[in-house]
């Protein structure tokens, strides 16, 4: 089987770099395509995944979204009609690959587990033949896109399975210059160009200015303007190119993250970790915050950064294995 994976955003290399893996070493050939958008063409390199990198991301405005998501297809067209023939193409949440496939008349498989990216799912699950999703989601939550009939739910997070062969990299710490013995925060900054989320938020402000006076933190930013602010601030460590973020999380002692993905690798990790998601809940959160797993942040006032004793949960933590996405992503 000739596969197409493309990749638009950081954690999307993370999800698939195992899938592309398990893919190759059962005889798949496989190219990637990969945008040019916060860490995903670092990540890429940092991984060892070989991509073509096609288009960039064009703003937060809708307007935006839509001459980047028609200039991008279009690329890709052109890409895979050079690249091409292929079987199948595979992306996670990716709106310019379905829209590229479905051109080309290639079927398509569609992976993610926030089920209010209203947008973006209305496209993507209309247009793939399979929607791999967690099976915590309500299956009537999908039905207005279109998935129904095309849903392929799997146990656990996601997280679970890519990171299921993850031996957390002391040299992380070593790389940002940080110090084993003292309290360590990790922190991911909103997606500030997320039509689901917003950057106008006091407390997240406020927690880090918190965090900083406990000990190290360490703050992810998705934007150069975010970038920017945060340098403008003073007292962070800001990764000047993409990072371990797994062993990053693995070694923390706190994540702050508004996003989902950093989340959930800390909830799969064992490590604390509070939410500042300011949309409406997805069902996996949901679930995780329910089960005492996920702690919702209200006021920095919540925050307190100690050195925690890894030992605590470490035989819970669950692995998957990744196979199984495979196995969902390219049944027919």
Known sequence: MRV?????????VLVLRPVIEHLRERGDEVQVTAR?????????ERMGIAATVIGRHRGGRVADKAVGLAQRSGALVRWARRHGPFDLAIGHGSNDVSIAAALLRIPSATMFDYEFATVQHSINCRLARAVVVPDVIPPERLARYGATGKIRGYAGLKEEYYLADLRPDPGVLTELGLDAAAPLAVVRTPPAVSLYHRFENDVFADVLRRLREQGQVVVLPRTDEQRAELAAEGGFVIPERAVDGPSLVAYADLVVSAGGTMNREAVALGTPVFTTFEGRLGAVDERLIADGRLRQLERAEDVTLVKRDRTVG??????????????LLTAP
Do not use: E
């Open 36 to 44: 040019d958008f916060a860490q995903t063409v670092g990540l890429c």
């Open 314 to 327: 470490a035989d819970v933590r669950v692995r998957r294995d990744p196979a199984l996405l495979v196995d």
């Open 4 to 12: 197409w994976i493309d990749l638009t955003n950081s954690p999307h």
